[in-house]
């Protein structure tokens, strides 16, 4: 009972902040590397990343597996996810339809995520990651691929070195693979599995 009565409301009018929400999130896909303000008309856990915690709240049902990195496992965060939602939590990515790795957490391989298949490619995961700040229109990343005119450049701050080649390798296996969010406290970017990174490193 005492867990409840410190349980923070979720959002301030349900279907009205779930449509805002969804609307973000399929422009973010729409428009890949474009960063995006989430709309955040809900009172948010204390640990996690606004934008993250808004965008799963709009997302998860109680049909819905997620996996948490280990810094958001037993944090208010997953309380308060589970509470609103009715999701699932489940330790094993590959079981997930969605992972929301925390900032500063290990990445998980992408590769080991769910991958769907060529007759069912909705059938994969999508992978929300916390990152420190996205800059647009900075040296970086250039992004190329549909949503995108001729191509867009990104900066990232805070992910992890590798994701450029595990995001080349799971852009390769096309039409199945995983999407990915990248969220700050406050805005999102999505990265459908069709889109192109090319790094400053390539």
């Known amino acids: ?5 410190n349980m923070v409301a979720g959002f301030d009018h349900e279907a009205f902040g779930s449509q805002a929400v969804f609307r973000t ?6 428009h890949p590397g474009r960063p995006l303000e989430m709309p955040l008309n809900m009172r948010l856990p ?3 990343h606004g934008a993250a915690a808004a965008l799963l709240l709009g997302l998860l049902d109680a049909d819905t597996p ?11 965060a997953a309380a308060w996810l589970r509470f609103h939602t009715g999701c699932s939590e489940v330790a094993d990515v590959a079981q997930a339809q969605f992972i929301w790795v925390g900032q500063g957490d290990a ?16 059938q994969s995961a999508t992978c929300v990651i ?18 995108i005119l001729g191509e867009r450049t990104l900066r990232v701050q805070g ?6 080649n595990q995001w080349s390798r799971n852009h390769a296996g096309f039409p199945c693979g995983v999407d990915v969010f990248l969220v700050t ?5 999505g990265l459908p599995r069709t889109t192109r990174i090319i790094s400053e490193e390539s």
Do not use: K
């Not at 999130?25 to 729409?30: F, N």
């Not at 406290?185 to 970017?189: E, L």
């Open 1 to 5: 009972m005492n867990a409840l009565q």
């Open 25 to 30: 999130a399929l422009q973010a896909l729409s």
């Open 46 to 48: 204390r640990q996690g």
């Open 66 to 76: 997620v996996c948490l990195s280990p810094g958001l496992v037993g944090s208010d």
């Open 107 to 122: 990445l998980p391989l992408l590769h080991n995520l769910r991958q769907g298949s060529d007759a069912y490619p909705d």
């Open 130 to 147: 916390e990152v420190q700040n996205l800059h647009a229109d900075e040296a970086g990343w250039r992004l190329q691929g549909p949503g």
């Open 159 to 164: 992910l992890a070195a590798e994701f450029p």
């Open 185 to 189: 406290a406050t805005h999102i970017v």
